[in-house]
């Protein structure tokens, strides 16, 4: 005569020399001991998208990187435009003092 049980391992048979048989493993057991799957791999068209992806992003930080520069050029020519005028300003009264100094105004 063959006994059948259940566990949280699954069903059972003890045959009449006393051996357990599993005939039918649980749910849960399964679930517990089913071996990790492996992601899929990825496709050559995933991993080009991923790539061009990466590129798209360098991208948009270089550009962000050469509007910064850009705008540290203009403020470099801004101030270079206000030195020349200076300059300029300066240059004038000189020349203007060289005039009253010619004119015997000083």
């Known amino acids: 005569m063959t006994n059948i049980y259940e566990n949280d ?3 059972w048979i003890i045959t009449e020399g006393g051996s357990h048989i599993l005939i039918e493993s649980s749910q849960d057991w399964l679930d517990k001991h089913r071996p990790e799957e492996e992601p899929p791999s ?3 068209l995933d991993i080009i998208g991923e790539q061009l992806v990466e590129k798209d992003i360098r ?9 910064d520069m850009g705008q540290q050029i203009v403020e470099k020519d801004i101030q270079i435009l206000q030195l020349e005028s200076r300059q300029s300003d300066i240059g004038q009264q000189i020349v203007d003092l060289d005039i009253r100094l ?3 105004g000083l």
């Open 9 to 11: 391992i699954g069903k």
């Open 59 to 67: 991208i948009m930080e270089l550009e962000a990187q050469n509007d």
């Open 42 to 44: 990825k496709s050559p």
């Open 102 to 104: 010619m004119e015997g």
